[in-house]
């Protein structure tokens, strides 16, 4: 199971996650979110991020232009559209060249059926609680309607993930294929500054599990 650590922004911040290895890095560009890398993060701080740790950006109902832009200045593996993109945006931006990671609001009404759309054009789906904010907002929705998706696309869990339910998530993972997971606001010292000690926590976990599956 992948992890995806959401909102990094300061120097000394990134520097300390590094070594533990993440498998993603998400970096939001989106001046609404308090986690926003504005102008004080110099790209050469997302430069320097090793190889083997993807670079993610985060982008709302941003324009493709913008968005391009964004991600040659960074060196961005992956786009995270986490707006009202449609497939046709998605099919526009994986033409150019990315690898497109699309988040999708889920409540105990959601459609799983509109996702095939999507499927051809996305490299990623992201599964996130819907709430007042596009993302961020720290609760978890009901983790047993992913029986309804068919899994046909790989998806990344997110929304209210923490320390003190991952065990769940574990072992949700050994009935649902679970590609990786997204944390963010649960691990947060303040909005951009994220808990090392507690990430690394999560991975311990992640890693026992894999250990496990390796013996049996």
């Given at each position: 199971m ?14 300390s996650?590094i070594?533990?290895?993440p498998?993603?890095i ?8 308090p ?10 701080i ?5 190889s ?12 493709p ?5 964004m ?11 986490h707006?009202?993109?449609m497939?046709?945006?998605?099919r ?26 999507y499927?051809?054009?996305c490299?990623?789906?992201l ?34 993930i923490?320390v003190?339910n ?7 993972s ?8 997204d ?24 890693r026992?599990?894999?250990e496990?599956?390796?013996e049996?």
């Amino acid at each position: 199971m992948k992890l995806k650590v959401c909102g990094m922004r300061e120097r000394i911040n990134i520097q300390s996650l590094i070594p533990l290895k993440p498998d993603f890095i998400g970096f939001i560009f989106y001046d609404k979110s308090p986690r926003y890398v504005g102008e004080g993060l110099n790209e050469e701080i997302i430069r320097q991020v090793p190889s083997s740790i993807k670079k993610v950006g985060v982008f709302v109902n941003a324009s493709p232009d913008y968005i391009m832009s964004m991600a040659r200045q960074y060196d961005l593996q992956y786009v995270q559209l986490h707006g009202n993109e449609m497939p046709d945006f998605c099919r526009i931006l994986r033409q150019k060249g990315l690898n497109i990671i699309k988040a999708f609001s889920v409540d105990n009404d959601f459609n799983f059926a509109m996702l095939n759309n999507y499927k051809p054009f996305c490299d990623l789906f992201l599964f996130d609680t819907k709430g007042t904010l596009p993302g961020g907002n720290g609760v978890p929705f009901d983790w047993n309607i992913l029986r309804k998706y068919d899994q046909e696309k790989p998806f990344l869990l997110s929304g209210g993930i923490s320390v003190d339910n991952i065990d769940k998530v574990i072992e949700l993972s050994r009935s649902i294929r679970i590609y990786g997971i997204d944390i963010n606001s649960c691990f947060e010292i303040e909005p951009g500054v994220k808990d090392i000690e507690q990430i690394r926590k999560v991975l311990d976990k992640i890693r026992i599990k894999e250990e496990e599956e390796l013996e049996v």
